[in-house]
């Protein structure tokens, strides 16, 4: 993303621009179809912590395949385990709903989170692009074709080539 783009993303993404866009979401979700989505935060004693929005992937036809739209921490409380246990948490609701596979889009330039869709086990499956103040901006979407990998209780985690399941 150039430049000036950045810096009036940065200028005009404010906490209160965040609070309405989750509002206008949360209320799209419970206008429209809330048994096919989920929202969860996570939140401790100081307030929240981190959130995860999923839902029917756009375009998919079959009605199996759900995407995540959003899964943000605070940079803070990264490498504590709240992405993964966030991401766990919607899969398996994601899962009761009747998904069966998981895609996940994030920009190709951001490397820490593509390192943390990996480690979880996601696959990068494909490209595409999302328009950011007029800049076409390249996505990874990377994919869990059996979104209940995300919560196997693996002996070795599902990332590494050698893993079993427990007896």
Request: hydrophobic letters at 40%.
């Amino acid at each position: 993303m150039p430049d000036v783009a950045f810096q009036k993303r940065v200028d005009e993404w404010t906490p209160e621009v965040s609070a309405r866009g989750w509002a206008r979401a949360i209320a799209e979700l419970s206008d429209g179809n809330p048994e096919r989505g989920v929202i969860l935060v996570a939140e401790d004693d100081g307030g929240l912590l981190g959130l995860v929005s999923g839902s029917a992937a756009e375009g998919d036809l079959s009605g199996t395949t759900c995407e995540i739209g959003a899964l943000y921490v605070l940079p803070r409380r990264r490498g504590q385990g709240i992405g993964g246990s966030l991401l766990r948490a919607a899969s398996s609701h994601l899962a009761g709903l009747g998904y069966t596979e998981l895609h996940i889009g994030v920009l190709s330039a951001n490397r820490p989170a593509r390192a943390f869709y990996e480690a979880m086990g996601g696959h990068a499956k494909g490209q595409g692009t999302i328009d950011e103040e007029g800049y076409l901006l390249p996505l990874t979407i990377y994919t869990w074709a059996d979104i209940t990998d995300l919560n196997r209780d693996w002996t070795v985690p599902p990332w590494t080539a050698e893993r079993t399941r427990p007896n």
